[in-house]
């Protein structure tokens, strides 16, 4: 179905789930996140991460810690509670908050009524509009008391990490979770009044084949799962020192994965799930699959998405908050972002501005991603022309009347097209995970 192209896969490129990306972050001051703050004048979707976990996974590239010290957890979100309230009043009034997201880590490594005590700093901050609730959690680590409470709160998606249902592949990469645990969660999730619940899967790892992969895939969907996210694993063990764990001389070479990609796609449109972008599938009638065939689809920092809030706050250790004029980071590390909140700062460190230009081609590399094709201007075409070259002569995409359009084989391709927009790839010694 897709052609195999390594020279044209070879070069990593972001994932551009915000453009710029985050590799263009420097420093940034609290004032340039409240200025963002005070001209906000639509709809707001929140984000708040929990930047703990029971156990750590050896594969995981994200910013989070072991949740095994009480006090320190205790503390972290006391500081969070004294963060939604500094924002919060800063919101304008005329605003109206649609969508709130709880990532991490594992937000359910926290204690369930703990989450009623965000809910509650949150419903007394911000002004909500009967907002649409998601949840990540960590089977391993669903306890009934969270059922009660998000079924109490309301909580209508939540998306589950399972990766593979293998036990070999689990203890190759550090997440032991037998397959009644994921049955009992999946059970106790519907129970609690879930709509659309998403399974995160892998490929790529090690001493995994196809028949591997493909076995995961049948049983996600025999679950029933609305949503799939199908990932191929990022090795980056000098990034990510946890990794090392990880037998990386038992990895799947570059075209063992690429065909893996492949076999879970088509085994995923067999079980009938919709594609979404190039790396989520949504059964039919899911928002997501709605979103995807109406032209809705978007892209932020929880990747495809139905939300179409164009500000996201991000509150919380390393959250980020996007804006029109800019996108800033709080404090990665949870101690210092404890002390600019007790400080009475906001914790903002990093970020970038957002040019008009910026915009510009975030519109084109959204509309790539997001709907397969995107209208470019001649200055915007002249520039991307001599990285374009290479995919439109392999027949990946075309040009006509100024709209950029995928074929219908481009899709392990489509990062790499929309890095010709990217004006700060050119030169760029970054490492980013591989297209494929």
């Not at 990532?103 to 369930?112: C, D, T, V």
């Not at 070479?253 to 893996?260: E, G, H, N, S, Y």
Request: aromatic share 8%.
């Amino acid at each position: 179905m897709w052609p195999y192209l390594p020279d044209l896969l070879a070069v990593p490129v972001p994932r551009y789930t915000s453009y710029p990306t985050a590799a263009e972050f420097g420093p940034a001051e609290p004032q340039a996140f409240y200025n963002a703050l005070e001209e906000t004048q639509s709809d707001i979707s929140l984000y708040v991460h929990i930047p703990y976990c029971h156990e750590i996974c050896w594969y995981c590239g994200c910013n989070t810690g072991a949740a095994n010290r009480q006090k320190r957890l205790a503390a972290y979100l006391e500081a969070l509670m004294h963060e939604i309230a500094m924002v919060g009043a800063a919101v304008p009034q005329d605003c109206n908050v649609r969508y709130i997201a709880f990532g991490g880590g594992s937000p359910n490594a926290i204690a369930p009524t703990d989450f009623v005590r965000l809910i509650d700093a949150l419903t007394l901050a911000f002004p909500l509009a009967d907002p649409v609730i998601s949840i990540e959690l960590d089977p391993r680590s669903l306890t009934e008391p969270w059922r009660e409470v998000i079924s109490h709160v309301g909580v209508e998606r939540a998306s589950m990490g399972v990766q593979t249902f293998d036990p070999a592949i689990q203890q190759a990469i550090g997440r032991v979770q037998p397959v009644e645990l994921i049955e009992r969660a999946t059970d106790m999730l519907r129970r609690a009044g879930v709509k659309s619940l998403n399974f995160d899967l892998m490929y790529g790892l090690p001493g995994q084949d196809h028949d591997r992969l493909l076995a995961s895939v049948d049983k996600t969907a025999e679950l029933g799962a609305d949503r799939i996210a199908l990932f191929g694993l990022a090795y980056l063990p000098e990034m990510f020192p946890r990794q090392k764990r990880i037998d990386g001389s038992n990895l799947p070479d570059a075209r063992t994965r690429f065909d893996m990609m492949q076999a879970g796609y088509e085994r995923l449109v067999d079980h009938g799930y919709d594609p979404v972008g190039f790396d989520h599938f949504a059964l039919p009638g899911d928002p997501l699959s709605r979103a995807t065939l109406s032209g809705r689809l978007h892209r932020n920092f929880q990747g495809f998405t139905d939300d179409a809030a164009p500000v996201t706050i991000g509150l919380g250790a390393s959250a980020i908050s996007c804006f029109p004029q800019g996108i800033y980071q709080n404090e990665k590390n949870a101690g210092r972002y404890r002390t600019a909140i007790a400080e009475g700062r906001h914790p903002t460190f990093m970020g970038v501005a957002r040019s008009a230009e910026d915009r510009r081609r975030a519109k084109a590399i959204t509309g790539v991603l997001c709907h397969g094709h995107t209208r470019i201007d001649e200055a915007l075409l002249a520039g991307a022309s001599p990285r374009l070259a290479q995919f439109i002569d392999a027949g990946l995409c075309t040009i006509e009347g100024g709209v950029l359009t995928l074929s219908a084989n481009a899709l392990p391709y489509a990062r790499g097209i929309a890095a010709c927009f990217d004006s700060y790839r050119i030169g760029s010694a970054r490492k980013f995970s591989n297209a494929v």
